[in-house]
């Protein structure tokens, strides 16, 4: 009986184990998963671009100088608006400024709602910060005017442009914008990153995990049906999606700034076969295992070595950062870098 009992026990400690252990698994796979909001935008819902000319006045004597026709005329005819015709040539202030004023409108936002502005001038202007912009309408792409702005230019602490301004809240919505985010029946997903295996992943999850149905797919769309139900309850619909947890895609891109030194790459960017002669030093990548001769100054790495590897291998010989960019572009010139490399 005791034996018996003994081989009962060690078989419920190992279901136990590999419940825990499956349960493990799944965490981690879980945790590898993102959001599909993450990886995607929804077809219309978009920004979009304003802009309008306006003025700062109240600067000191460090707006536009008095030589300058096009502030001149703006402020001349900004007077004109409130009194009396005033004349170009009567305008002789330093005190003001012409300026871009520049905003990105979010999709839904309604009239009333503020949102936020840019200011930078366009004249000959040495500063901006203290001043204040005056009303400006801010026109869409069709002429149309979708906000106002206005109000006080703040300082920004060591700032090195005094020129260019924000103005958080600066703008008050006039007209709203209506975003279509559904057509012919179906709501489209727009991959950020446009890519065949990470769409066939996404289909694969919303036709095992949810009730929709995928109309079309290609690199970059994937089309839902909107089923009858949901006619009437998009915004549902939508959300659901954008929730599904999704496998992301791994990148294949090498990024490099010159200007900073900056090297980003994806872990799984490999190096073809190459040979590399910099400076006196000679790096293959080759069948062999990794193999260095420092007195011959000659460097072996192995078949395929990530692009991680290949840079840890050039740092730990001396090659500094600005090397290290010039052989990453050879190398993807000479085509042996399976990836793309993106300079800034």
């Known amino acids: 009986m005791g034996t018996c009992k ?12 590999l419940i825990t252990s499956f349960a493990q698994i799944s965490r981690l796979h879980a945790q590898d998963n993102v959001r599909l909001r993450e990886i995607s935008v929804v077809e219309g819902f978009r920004e979009n671009q304003l802009a309008g000319l306006g003025i ?11 030589s300058s026709p096009l502030m001149r005329r703006f402020l001349a005819n900004m007077v004109s608006s409130f009194t009396e015709q005033v004349s170009e040539r009567d305008i002789r202030s330093k005190n003001s400024a012409v300026v871009l004023v520049t905003a990105d409108l979010p999709a839904y936002v309604q ?5 936020s502005a840019r200011v930078s001038s366009i004249g000959d202007a040495k500063s901006l910060i203290g001043g204040v912009l005056l009303q400006t309408p801010l026109k869409g792409a069709d002429g149309t005017v979708y906000a106002v702005a ?3 230019i703040p300082g920004i602490s060591g700032s090195s442009n005094d020129t260019v301004a924000s103005l958080p809240g600066g703008a008050i919505m006039e007209r709203g914008v209506n975003s279509q985010v559904s057509e012919n029946g179906t709501v489209n997903i727009l991959l950020k990153d446009p890519d065949f295996g990470t769409a066939a992943a996404v289909t694969r999850v919303i036709r095992e995990n949810s009730e929709f149905e995928v109309a079309f797919a290609d690199a970059a769309r994937i089309s839902i049906r909107i089923p009858e139900e949901y006619s009437d309850r998009i915004v549902e619909m939508v959300a659901e999606l954008e929730n599904l947890s999704v496998p992301p895609a791994f990148t294949d891109r090498v990024v490099v700034n010159p200007r900073t030194g900056v090297v980003v790459m994806g872990k799984d960017v490999r190096i073809g076969k190459v040979a590399v002669s910099y400076q006196g030093l000679k790096i293959s990548v080759m069948d062999d295992d990794i193999y260095s001769d420092k007195e011959s100054e000659s460097f072996l790495i192995g078949q395929r070595p990530t692009v991680e590897d290949f840079v840890d291998l050039l740092r730990e010989i001396g090659v500094d950062t600005m090397g290290l960019i010039e052989i990453l572009q050879a190398v993807d010139h000479a085509g042996a870098l399976y990836g793309k490399l993106e300079v800034m």
């Not at 060690?10 to 184990?17: D, G, K, R, T």
């Open 6 to 17: 003994t081989k009962h026990m060690l078989l419920l400690v190992a279901a136990i184990l």
């Open 56 to 66: 700062v006045t109240g600067l000191a004597g460090k707006g536009d100088s008095q």
């Open 111 to 115: 009239p009333g709602e503020r949102i």
């Open 150 to 152: 206005q109000g006080s």
